[in-house]
């Protein structure tokens, strides 16, 4: 079973996460601080892009971590084996190439294997939007891909 760390502020993204991995073999955990989530072999870390108390992320232990684009401090501290990042720069993994009313193009600028072991290409893809702000759409566009689901598909 896959353990999953949500660090948030309460935007949602845990309970999104979690509706993406109830057809996988996951357990998610939604924090507030890093701290709350040291001790566990985490199998995926998701940070928001509002997540704060980056002075926690050294006890985490996890395999694979998104994280918001830009934080070279917190991608020194955290102990992950392979870290992806979203945002707007063409430096992150994922990043939106278009925004058109209630679509958006999610870019994969970089090829990463999911959970499951599959490659995710190079590609871009067309997803839903209900007006989230788009780094918290990328996270969660992130975490589907990582749980090997297409975005649309949660």
Do not use: K
């Not at 999953?4 to 845990?14: M, P």
């Not at 507030?32 to 980056?54: I, K």
């Amino acid at each position: 079973m896959w353990q999953i760390g949500v660090w948030e502020r309460d935007e949602g993204l845990a309970e999104r996460v979690s509706r993406l991995a109830e057809g996988c073999p996951a357990l998610v955990r939604a924090c507030r601080h890093p701290a709350l989530l040291a001790g566990l072999a985490l199998d995926l870390l998701v940070v928001s892009p509002a997540a704060t108390g980056w002075a926690g992320a050294g006890l985490l232990a996890c395999r694979t971590a998104l994280i918001p684009g830009g934080l070279s401090a917190l991608t020194r501290a955290l102990p992950a084996d392979t870290v992806l990042s979203y945002g707007p720069s063409s430096r992150n993994t994922l990043t939106l190439s278009s925004l058109d009313g209630g679509r958006v193009s999610v870019a994969i600028q970089r090829e990463f294997v999911a959970l499951n072991g599959r490659a995710v290409e190079r590609q871009e893809l067309v997803v839903p939007s209900d007006g989230r702000p788009p780094d918290l759409l990328l996270a969660e566009a992130g975490a589907a891909l990582l749980l090997g689901l297409l975005p649309a598909e949660g």
